[in-house]
């Protein structure tokens, strides 16, 4: 599975974007999938994830600001971000595991893609 992440960009406090990640590859409804972000200097964290069929996880930090969603039959996963703040900051990248269920910690997820900037100006 290759993932391709886009829709990052500069917003003001307050702001909203959507995040995209085109997976290529078969049985892209076999995975699930999360998103991570990093900050610099900061190790790079879970903020969502989703099953395949489509329950989801949230870090405290986002809930009610971030939602997490999947078109299987688009091959693609977004996270729509509402409510951005300075500290959301950060380089956002979208991973894939081999299992039907979702993981927290990074090292459980096999693919990931190349990564998109997310800057929040206050």
């Known amino acids: 599975v290759q993932l391709q992440a886009s829709g990052g960009g500069m917003v003001q406090t307050g702001g909203s974007l959507r995040l995209s990640c085109a997976a290529s590859?078969?049985?892209?409804?076999?995975?699930?999938m999360g998103w991570f972000r990093q900050a610099p200097g900061k190790e790079r964290g879970i903020i969502a994830a989703?099953?395949?069929?489509?329950?989801?996880y949230y870090t405290d930090s986002v809930k009610g600001r971030f939602s997490i969603s999947r078109a299987n039959a688009k091959n693609t996963m977004y996270l729509q971000m509402n409510s951005l703040k300075p500290e959301d900051t950060a380089v956002y990248y979208c991973?894939?595991?081999?299992?039907?269920?979702?993981?927290?910690?990074?090292?459980?997820?096999?693919?990931w893609g190349q990564g998109t900037l997310v800057t929040v100006s206050s």
């Open positions: 991973a894939a595991r081999s299992a039907s269920v979702y993981a927290i910690e990074k090292r459980y997820y096999h693919y």
């Open positions: 590859g078969r049985s892209f409804g076999n995975y699930a």
């Open positions: 989703i099953t395949w069929n489509g329950a989801t």
